[in-house]
């Protein structure tokens, strides 16, 4: 069994668990599919992914041959575009050598580059094996020879005037006839020119290991540079690992019995290529270095074989010249005794190593072993009878049954994690087994898993491990399934929770009926294992379209007290509040009556002091007497009057609770009396700053020319300009949301451990899908009215592309809000040609736009509102003259406007529009939202 049959299958495994990893879905567009069978190949299925792109391996039934299939995975992102260029050219060089995987055609868009299928390159399928692996199994000699072939195939490309740009282990294979064959030229260039370009992490050119300092920046391709990473590669070859400091190389050469000669060639050739590398000197000639390590190489082995036939000759000699003598027998003897001596010093060290084995109790080794003790008790049989040629027959018989045990255990080795990960994976992940598809192939999985099992119990390793890449593949397979039934089982209960709350009167309806029908038919696809749009409509989507059709039905037809009861929470909550309100407001008046009573009182008092002017001695007591009712009279007063404010306090916070706890429940229904709303016109101020330290620019209603004329340099045939009016005011966020702002609302961190980001108050968030940017408006929206800072006909939302696009030319008509000349782009915007490092950049760097507004022109990516066609970008009225307040509403992508910190001047125009899937996440994608009136109020 090859290394390739007994390791496990790519395959997602994590993703099913929610453990990440990298996403289950086909990077291959449908519309590239198709466009691989017009060109003729069949029983397409992808073997590899990277970066950039996907290695397809597809036949060709007229032409009888395997091509390997190089798809670009996103044909709009700068890097793929190039890299695939780059290839194309490269391999379209005239006169290669055999060394190089041919070209055999290239498919591109012609018609409509942004939105046809996904480029790619047809290349011979080449069946072999990294050019490192295939080594390990060989001896120094060999391995040697096949430095030699590596060597001097590289000049041969060299020779050529072609920079190979990333020549590692893994782009150089061994095919199965033992040729030295080269793949991947992505980032190949011509020598001594500019062949920058990125790899799939870390934005530079070549491998870490392999490349020089100067070649990890980003420096052009030049012989001594490419010299540097050859010298690497040829010694991973030789000793099996290639550390970064040369120091370290004669050490690992010494202990891996290369010879000294080849060694210093090798370091001085590296040292030679770093120093010219560092300095840009002139190059050394590839070819005339390998060639100088190649004939050392070669000498060495021709050294090696005439040391080893003149030994055998002078044996020879001594032997036949002293055959049938007594001595010549005994030169034999001694010959035979000492060959055999040397198979059983190899046999002790591989005891040694077996007894080193962790399994040799499984059963397949068990049984391997049996053999080996068999022939082992023989040969001890063989040494105490003295038959000493037998024993040594049997010795080297024993030598190579040891090594094949040792390669059977470490075959075993390698089921225990793939079978740990595989019980891990059934046993975690959290299955849909409500879906009866999903439940049905998760008993089918978990019962071939158990035989399996049973497999290797019985010692059966090499059919398990077939039987274990199956599996992995098709558990990868079930685990993408299962999240579709996820998402199709979250979109039927949000539907269920709006049926329910439809009134009687409405369900009697034949809208409703049909609505209901739909769901029925979502309902069976859901059982059927039909969850996304593949052959037809698929669960998800049908719930979600009929939640949609219901919610447009109750729009038209719902009254106000119907959609108030459908709306209501908490109905109970209410009715206590106002109990407690009408009992206080009763405790109220008897405290008022109670005041009432004392005064009259006091009132009497007086009256009857008055009567007694001529008895002075009685009305003088009984007026003392007065005087304290008096005062204990005004005690109580005062005491009641204090209760009555407190009793009227309690009665404003009950109010207020009771006021809040109906806005909470969307009722709209006021505690007395109900304001009526004030229009955006008067809600909006000029400028002014909200509850999470956003500030916001209140544009006015206008009419502008959206889109760019024809002259316009860098536009693209999506861009037809027409008259737009906008017919309210909004207000835009000064900058795009940065990373506290979104932290304070959402309480996450996307961004965090991803790639191409820095971390910062005031950068931009990024890695913002449109629907968590959805979800941050609605947030906000609920955070803002709860603290009293938003009225209820107010909402943050994104803005329109038609409102973006007012904002961004802020009155202007020229291709930046600044004028025509790119050379200013830099005071305005943050772009591929005015950035500082490989990351969104914090906001309110540059210049403002004449309305006051930050980064319009770069930096990230801006969601915008609308709902639009991938192919055609087309929306349902924005493309019209005359439009009025248009907005897109039907196809599968959202639109982006802006352009970002990685792309050209030309994508930062105000005009240019992009689109993208509503749950990517990429490291260039954010918003910024509006502040307007609520749709249902327009």
Known sequence: MTAEESSPPPGNLNQPMGLGGQPADDPIWPATYEAIRAAGFTNVKIVARGGYGCILRAEHPRSRQIRALKVTIDPHHQGCAASFQKE?????????????????????????ERHQHQPFLVLE???GQPIDKAARSLGLAARCELARQYLLAVAEVHAMGVSFGDPTCNNTLVDRRGRVRFVDF???????????????????????????????????????????????????????TA???????????????????????????????????????EPLHLQQGAAKFAAAIAEHARAQRRARQAAWLLAAIVV???????????????????????????????????ALRPNRSHPAVARALEGVERMRSKWRSEVQAGANDGAAQTVAELVPALQA???????????????????????????????????????????????????????????????????????AQLGADNLAAKQSEQARADYRRLERGVCERLQKHATFAACRDRAAEAERLLLAGQFADAAGPGATTEYSQVKAQVEAFLVKNETELERRARLTIDGTRIGEMETRITALEAEVAQLTTAREDLAKRVAEVERERDGFKGQVA????????????????????????????????????????????????ATKVAAKETAKPKAAEDVIPARFTNGIGMVMIRAEPCTFRMGSPASEAGRDSDETQHAVTITRPFAPAETEITQKQWFEVMGTRPWKGRSSVIDGDDVAATFISWNDAMEFCRKLTERERAAGRLAMNMEYRLPTEAEWECAARAGTTTRWSFGDNEADLGKYGVFDGARDGQHAHRVKTKKPNPWGLYDMHGNVWEWCLDVVDWQSKVVSNADKEGAVDPIGTSGSHRALRGGCWVNSARYARSADRYVSEPAAQVYNLGFRPVLAARSDNK
């Open 405 to 475: 045990v040792i390669a059977t255990s470490h075959e075993v080795e390698g089921l225990d994690p793939v079978r740990a990960l595989l019980g891990e994976v059934l046993l975690r992940t959290p299955w849909v087994r409500t879906c009866p598809t999903i439940a049905a192939r998760e008993a089918e999985l978990a019962k071939v898993y158990r035989d399996l099992d049973e497999q290797i119990e019985r010692g059966e390793w090499q059919p398990a491990w077939t039987g274990m890449r199956k599996l992995q593949g098709d558990l």
């Open 125 to 127: 399928w080449i069946d």
């Open 618 to 665: 009685t009305v003088a007591q009984e007026r003392d007497a007065a005087e304290a009712a008096k005062k204990e009279l005004g005690a109580q007063i005062e005491r009641l009057t204090k209760a009555k404010e407190a009793a009227e306090a309690e009665v404003a916070k009950v109010r207020g609770e009771f006021a809040a706890a109906v806005a909470d429940a």
């Open 88 to 112: 194309a050219a490269a391999l379209a060089v005239t006169g290669l050598p055999a060394s190089v995987c041919r070209l055999v055609g290239s498919y591109e868009n012609k018609k409509n």
């Open 243 to 281: 550390p970064e400091d040369v120091g370290a190389w004669r050490a690992l050469a010494d202990a891996e019995g290369v010879p000294k000669a080849i060694t210093a060639q090798l370091i001085e050739l590296r040292r030679e290529a770093a120093a010219a590398s560092a300095t840009d000197a």
């Open 320 to 354: 036949l010249g002293s055959a049938g003598t007594w001595g010549g027998r005994i030169l034999w003897t001694e010959y035979r005794s000492a060959v055999a001596d040397a198979d059983a010093r190899r046999m002790q060290d591989l005891d040694r190593q077996l």
């Open 186 to 240: 992505g980032q190949a260039g011509r020598l001594r020119s500019v062949a920058r370009s990125e790899n799939s992490l870390q934005h530079v050119g070549g491998t870490s290991r392999f490349a020089t300092k100067e070649r990890k920046e980003g420096a052009p391709a030049t012989e001594p540079r490419e010299l540097h990473a050859v010298a690497a590669v040829v010694f991973e070859i030789l000793v099996g």
